[in-house]
């Protein structure tokens, strides 16, 4: 058992709480959106090569120190802003489009050989990103080093798809609208293996991620293009206008409604005390909410001096599937195993709530601020079981300025609820 503190919680909040919203919610607007940004991609690149011959590597040298600019202030953001995250996806898809035809027709390299050198990059850096962060759910961009991993895998996730979709597109020549058909399929399979046969949401929402950038290209391309080689014959400065004002107009809307944020979980204080004036102890776990070593943690507490006891369980859906859930069935069984034991070991009440958030340390932070607590005892699953660990939970609350126990049970088989797996809605 350890007992840390840190700096207060005024001087050390507002990083961490903002750094949580500074990426859009994964609704239909997003994909929506993504899907434009990648057509845009495609036709503003061809159009500003036409338009100022400039060369590509002159040009991939401009765009790309206009991209820095934007990434210069959306790292410094402390929140998500729609107008300046879209702004740089729609550059970086310009970018990483500039990349693929940069080295295939200013350098003369095959799509064969480009293609399999950004999939290994990406691999690579998904790679590092997971052997540093033990994650690559956009849900818990938490950092700024995350947030680097999040735009790097973006880049290299434009160039792939535009490598891969080009290869598509000469070797198979299946013309720009069985393209189009080909890879909308190819995203709506990956849909159906994701919420239908359980396919893990990190792996799904990266594949998607990838397959956007060749359906975006041959919407694109389709629009474009002359009529004689089966496009629409709009060309890329009108196709370009079209899909930067629908971007437009969506980012103004989501900008007003709020529509995609992801907003911090809503939960209540809720606690019962037998003496008012008694200290406020947080009680943070998930699967340990009922083992020996957490019991044993809440008696020492409730020895050491008067407390009141509030269990938190934070959403046990969102371990496996990664996702907001309003489902707190197996949430609410946990607290009916535990609550009991821990009313015992407390000798007084116990109150409890399940949260509905993706992120375990954000529904603390919110219950921290919804009110009264003055310390926190938190469970976890030992070092090499638990992912809250693996991405530093315990110093983290403590870095907000409360005085923490973190307890680590060996053995947490009383603690799980014989319940069906959750299966997502």
């Excluded at 050390?12 to 929506?32: A, C």
């Excluded at 799904?204 to 991620?209: S, T």
């Excluded at 629908?246 to 980012?251: D, E, K, Q």
């Excluded at 601020?369 to 030992?382: A, H, K, Q, R």
Aim: glycine content about 6%.
């Amino acid at each position: 058992m350890t007992t840390t503190t840190a700096l207060p919680l005024h001087e050390r909040l507002p990083t961490s709480r903002q750094m949580l919203n500074k990426v859009p919610e994964i609704t239909l607007y997003f994909w929506i959106i993504k899907i434009l940004c990648t057509t845009v991609g495609e036709t503003a690149a061809d159009n500003l090569d036409q338009q100022f011959n400039l060369g590509l590597t002159n040009l991939t040298y401009i765009m790309g120190g206009i991209l820095a600019v934007v990434l210069f202030f959306q790292f410094r953001l402390r929140k998500y802003v729609p107008g300046v995250y879209w702004l740089a996806v729609v550059l970086i898809s310009v970018v990483g489009t500039l990349f693929s035809d940069n080295l295939v027709d200013g350098y003369g390299i095959s799509l064969t050989t480009t293609t399999p050198i950004f999939a290994a990059i990406l691999a690579v850096v998904f790679g590092i990103w997971y052997w540093s962060e033990r994650t690559l759910s956009i849900h818990t961009i938490v950092t700024t080093k995350r947030e680097a991993f999040y735009w790097l895998t973006i880049l290299f996730t434009f160039a792939l798809g535009t490598s891969a979709g080009d290869l598509v597109a000469e070797k198979a020549a299946l013309g720009y609208f069985p393209s189009v058909l080909i890879f909308a399929a190819a995203i709506g399979a990956i849909s159906l293996a994701h919420f239908r046969f359980r396919l893990n949401a990190v792996l799904a929402f990266w594949i998607a991620y990838i397959l956007t950038r060749p359906l975006g290209a041959s919407i694109g391309d389709w629009m474009s293009q002359k009529s004689k080689h089966g496009g629409l014959n709009l060309g890329t400065t009108a196709t370009s206008y079209i899909f930067l004002g629908t971007i437009l107009a969506l980012v103004v809307y989501l900008t007003i409604t709020r529509k995609d944020r992801i907003e911090g979980p809503k939960v209540e204080p809720l606690f019962t005390a037998d003496d008012p004036t008694a200290p406020s102890v947080l009680v943070v776990a998930n699967k340990t909410a009922a083992t020996p070593t957490l019991l044993d943690a809440v008696r020492r507490r409730a020895l050491a001096g008067p407390a009141r006891f509030t269990l938190l369980v934070p959403n046990p859906d969102h371990v496996v599937f990664d996702r907001n859930t309003q489902d707190v069935r197996l949430g609410e069984q946990i607290l009916g195993l535990a609550v009991p034991l821990l009313e015992t070991a407390a000798g007084s009440s116990v109150r409890g709530s399940v949260a509905t958030s993706p992120n375990a340390y954000d529904d603390i932070v919110a219950a921290l601020e919804g009110g009264g607590y003055d310390e926190v005892i938190l469970s976890t699953l030992p070092t090499h079981l638990s992912h809250w660990l693996h991405l530093d939970l315990p110093r983290r609350v403590a870095d907000l300025g409360y005085p923490v126990t973190t307890v680590t049970p060996t053995d947490v088989r009383v603690a799980e609820p014989d319940v069906p797996t959750p299966v997502p809605a």
